[in-house]
Every structure is written in C-alpha cells, then in structure tokens.
C-alpha cells in the first residue's frame, strides 16, 4: 500500500504509464543507448489530489 506524500491517502497502484499514441510504455534500463532493461516502472495516482507516483517493484535488482 502507498501512500500520497502530498496528503497521506491511499494511492491506486499497478497503473501503467504509456507514450502518448504509442502502446510501446516506457522501461528503466541501464547507463547507455543499448543499456540492459532493469525494470518496467508501474504507476500509482492519489485518488484525493491526483499526485502521480513511479516506482518499480523488483529494486532490489539494482543494488
């Protein structure tokens, strides 16, 4: 469960974040053009004041 850092409230999480008329999303990857795909970021949006927030599920991989 996330939380708003704006007003505290429940976010909806597991949203997903495309380019605009495009169904490619986008990717976090490493340093470089051809950088290896770390992780596709999901989206969650505060339903009380619309604060969108990225985050990825699986961090641990880049440590």
């Known amino acids: 469960m996330r939380k708003c850092l704006r007003c505290h409230e429940e976010m909806v999480e597991n949203l997903d ?14 340093k470089g053009v051809f950088g290896t795909t770390v992780e596709k970021p999901k989206v969650a949006v505060c339903p009380k004041c619309g604060e969108v927030s990225l985050y990825i599920e699986n961090f641990k991989s880049i440590k």
């Not at 605009?20 to 990857?29: E, L, N, P, S």
């Open 17 to 30: 974040v495309k380019v605009d008329m495009q169904g490619y999303g986008i990717r976090i990857t490493t």
